[in-house]
């Protein structure tokens, strides 16, 4: 089993390398331009030539990548061009507040979406699955600003319970605190619920085609009983699967949600970034996003090896 | 005596036949789906419509200002209001779809041609170019599809040509995967041996042998391919880095119109649920499609 795992590591670590290889490759390509942005329109070609040797830009390609590789792996990510602070300091202050809205997403969203998912899988076939069907189906489709406004439009502007587009920094109490979260954290969980939802009901129905399925159904078992006690335990790897695929989906959302609602987290200063051509921020941002899908499916990964009794005793 | 008996029984299974066939043929042309596919089916004829026509449906000019007041509520002039210039915002939503649709279809037609082409390529070549090509496209599945999207954007800026090469490239390895993986299943029947012991070269097989009988999960991957591009692009737009204006797609009038959320105008509700109608009427088609296509819709991830 511990060979199993640490195999997963080294595939996950050589996975990241190929990450950092392509997001340096696709941001690096053009390297006139960092020195030209940092400069501004009126720069002399001398000016920036000076600027580019002063940022090692007028080296090879590959010596600025196992620089940056380099940098990256001892924690030094760089400076920010558009305002000239280290990245670190940048991301070490928006990091938390970004976690804490993904957490407080997923901490809502997995018992929401797991418990619709096994209830459909109950109730194949039944009214209630095609409901539910249908509806998580559409909820995958719609785009998060849509959810984002009707929210506002709902919460804020007829009810006014909550206030629209503004993060409130460093609410003190609990209700302004709840009152900043709830609009963001809703419209993060929404399409995620529906998509985890969807991915449980399918994994534990492609169990119920199994012959041990059929032969609890003939010993005349319930299907809750069916479900919980026989198909559950079973598709816990691929539940584990579709939970860690879904919540990767949070930081994708995450930037749409954090540019509609204000909110002062790693996904917004990833798009300031992409606005300011700001390419060492912009770097290293990317490659947190990859490190946190790749944790995630690998804690998926090693959950399923756990959880079968097949792969734990290898 | 006999002829009597004989022909009692085929009648009915001829009747049978005549009905089997009667179906296929409304289920060739697309009735005999389920409700919710029939209306995934119309709200995507309708896009189309849209998307080809708009233009001259549009009662007034795309960038013609033509309102008295900026996010005027909907009226019999401006069914849809008006939006934050004073723009009809009917118009702007007929104009816009071309952009989305247009650019989505592209973008979505490339990611599953490119995948499936690959894909086959993987199958019927040998070992070590199949491992290589599915190490370096799942490598590049681990980079989030809007992280993959911004950096290209940051990278090589935003043009249309090149979002729709981005959104080409952000779902090419999804299709990749899903085409290598019906195209090994199918490598491996008779039928493909036969034709191997033909002597049939590896091209022939992969594209006379295989490829027909994949076409039609390869479709619904289309069909969700194309949703997410949608949402991808939107997305992009939304955020300011899709398409520039005076361009804009749906996703970009939202952008624009986003000041008049506090008073609820349709400015910017009404292109947002334009946006939502043509994915999910793209989903609940893919979903009512019979059989194995289904299958790919309920594992699938934008």
């Not at chain 1, 996950?12 to 053009?30: D, G, H, N, P, R």
């Not at chain 1, 506002?152 to 909550?162: G, R």
């Not at chain 1, 559950?232 to 539940?239: E, F, I, Q, R, Y």
């Amino acid at each position: 089993m511990t060979t199993l795992i640490a195999r997963r590591i080294g595939i996950a670590a050589l996975t990241l390398l190929l990450v950092s290889a392509v997001v340096f490759s696709i941001t690096a390509v053009l390297p006139g331009d960092a020195a030209q942005a940092a400069l501004g329109q009126s720069a002399t070609p001398e000016m920036i030539a000076a600027l580019r040797a002063q940022m090692g830009l007028d080296q090879p390609a590959y010596l600025r990548y196992l620089h940056w590789l380099g940098g990256l792996l001892s924690g030094n990510l760089g400076q920010s061009l558009s305002n000239n602070t280290p990245v670190g300091e940048l991301i070490g202050l928006r990091l938390p507040k970004s976690l804490l809205l993904a957490g407080t997403a997923a901490a809502l969203s997995v018992p929401v979406a797991l418990s619709i998912g096994i209830l459909s899988a109950i109730y194949r076939g039944s009214r209630l699955d095609r409901v539910l069907s249908t509806a998580t189906l559409a909820m995958v489709a719609v785009p998060e600003f849509l959810v984002a406004t009707v929210a506002v439009l709902i919460f804020a502007v007829k009810l006014h319970w909550l206030s629209a587009l503004s993060y409130v920094p460093d609410a003190p109490g609990i209700v302004p605190m709840l009152r900043a979260y709830a609009m963001p954290v809703m419209t993060l969980s929404f399409v995620v619920v529906a998509q985890m939802a969807r991915m449980t009901r399918a994994a534990v129905i492609d169990q119920m085609s199994q012959p041990y399925v059929e032969m609890a159904i003939l010993k005349g078992a319930s299907p809750a009983r069916i479900v919980l006690r026989h198909a559950l335990p079973n598709a816990a790897g691929p539940v584990a699967n579709a939970v860690a695929l879904s919540l990767s989906y949070l930081l994708g959302g995450a930037i749409i949600v954090e540019t509609i609602f204000n909110y002062p987290g790693i996904a917004s200063l990833m798009v300031d970034a992409v606005t300011n051509r700001d390419m060492p921020l912009l770097q290293a941002c990317a490659m947190i996003f990859c490190c946190a899908y790749l944790i995630l499916v690998l804690l998926a990964d090693v959950f399923a090896i756990i959880s079968s009794p097949k792969l734990r005793r290898r | 005596m006999t002829a009597p008996i004989v022909s009692s029984r085929a009648d009915p299974q001829a009747a049978v036949i005549v009905v089997r066939q009667r179906r296929s043929v409304w289920r060739r042309w697309g009735l005999g789906l389920s409700p919710s596919g029939l209306i995934g089916l119309g709200t995507v004829v309708f896009w189309l419509l849209v998307a080809l026509l708009g233009p001259m449906l549009a009662p007034h000019g795309v960038g013609a200002i033509v309102a008295d007041d900026s996010f005027a509520p909907s009226s019999a002039q401006f069914p849809l209001g008006s939006d934050y210039l004073g723009r009809d915002v009917l118009s702007r939503i007929l104009y816009g779809a071309r952009y989305t649709v247009g650019l989505a279809l592209a973008g979505a037609l490339l990611a599953s041609t490119a995948g499936t082409a690959l894909g086959l390529a993987a199958a019927v070549s040998g070992r070590w170019i199949d491992e290589t090509m599915s190490r370096l496209l799942d490598a590049l599945t681990c980079i989030p599809s809007k992280i993959f999207a911004l950096v290209m954007v940051a990278g090589f800026g935003s043009s249309v040509p090149l979002l729709m090469l981005t959104a080409a490239l952000t779902y090419l390895p999804g299709a990749y995967r899903i085409a290598r993986s019906l195209a090994v299943n199918l490598n491996v029947m008779e039928y493909v041996d036969v034709a191997r012991a033909r002597g049939e070269g590896r091209a022939h097989i992969a594209c006379f042998e295989i490829l027909p009988n994949m076409i039609h999960p390869m479709l619904a991957d289309f069909g969700l391919r194309f949703v997410f591009v949608v949402l991808l692009l939107s997305g992009l737009s939304f955020l300011g880095l899709g398409v520039q204006p005076p361009a804009a797609d749906l996703g970009s009038l939202v952008r624009e119109n986003i000041s008049g959320l506090a008073e609820g105008s349709p400015a910017i509700m009404m292109p947002a649920l334009a946006i939502a109608t043509l994915t999910i009427g793209v989903n609940l088609l893919i979903d009512s499609l019979p059989g194995r296509t289904k299958r790919l819709s309920q594992g699938a991830l934008r």
